[in-house]
């Protein structure tokens, strides 16, 4: 999982404790280049150290994570934000944290490993978000709209190659992303089509006639 350089993070909560067993989570596998306890100091470490990915808590002091997200991608739009909250919290929030650019949205219950997954797909650029998120993002584009409407285009691109019966292996090849970063499309892609499985998101994208585009 590890590429050549770790990946440098930033942890930022207010609680020491969690700060403390992030750090010794990931400090092995990753390098975590500094840690704030709120908003303000998290922007000016930002700028001063330009991690890769920021782990970072939805309610802090001061102006909140989801704030502190969308005035980090103003002033380094290369740095990836990933929120984590103890609860899943209301549609309001949700669309305010995707609204403000983040790379992922994470309950604190996910395991070391998967967290470590989510860091390495956000920092390639793919969105990383806990299943809840997920259904929560579905019910958000229930409506009116087909639900590959609500795909972004390389999300669109690759059920599209998922229709056409390739592996993450081949379809990473063949739109030049790693596996991890196709891994985490197809995450999305299912999510937001409200299926189960790559069988029927395939099953989809031929009902809808996305296979021959």
Not at 81 to 98: F, H, M, N, P
Not at 157 to 166: C, N, S, V
Request: glycine share 8%; aromatic share 2%; charged share 25%.
């Amino acid at each position: 999982m590890a590429d050549s350089a770790p990946i440098r993070i930033l942890i930022v909560d207010d609680h020491a404790m969690v700060r403390e067993g992030l750090r010794t989570l990931l400090g092995d596998e990753l390098n975590i280049v500094g840690e704030a306890c709120n908003g303000e100091d998290a922007l000016t470490l930002i700028d001063q150290q330009k991690p890769d990915v920021v782990l970072m808590d939805v309610i802090l002091p001061g102006i909140s994570g989801i704030e502190t997200a969308a005035r980090a991608s103003k002033s380094q739009p290369e740095v990836k934000v990933v929120l984590l909250t103890s609860t899943l919290g209301d549609d309001l929030r949700l669309q305010e944290a995707i609204d403000a650019g983040v790379a992922g949205y994470l309950l604190k219950d996910v395991s070391r490993e998967e967290l470590l997954w989510s860091i390495h797909s956000a920092h390639r650029g793919a969105p990383v978000f806990h299943p809840a998120v997920q259904k929560q993002l579905l019910r958000r584009a229930a409506g009116d709209r087909l639900a590959h409407e609500e795909l972004t285009p390389r999300e669109l691109d690759i059920l599209k190659e998922i229709a056409r019966g390739k592996s993450n292996k081949a379809i990473a090849f063949d739109l030049d992303l790693t596996e991890g970063t196709v891994k985490g499309y197809v995450s999305v892609v299912l999510a937001k089509l409200g299926v189960d499985d790559r069988t029927q998101a395939a099953l989809y994208a031929v009902k809808h006639g996305l296979d021959k585009n």
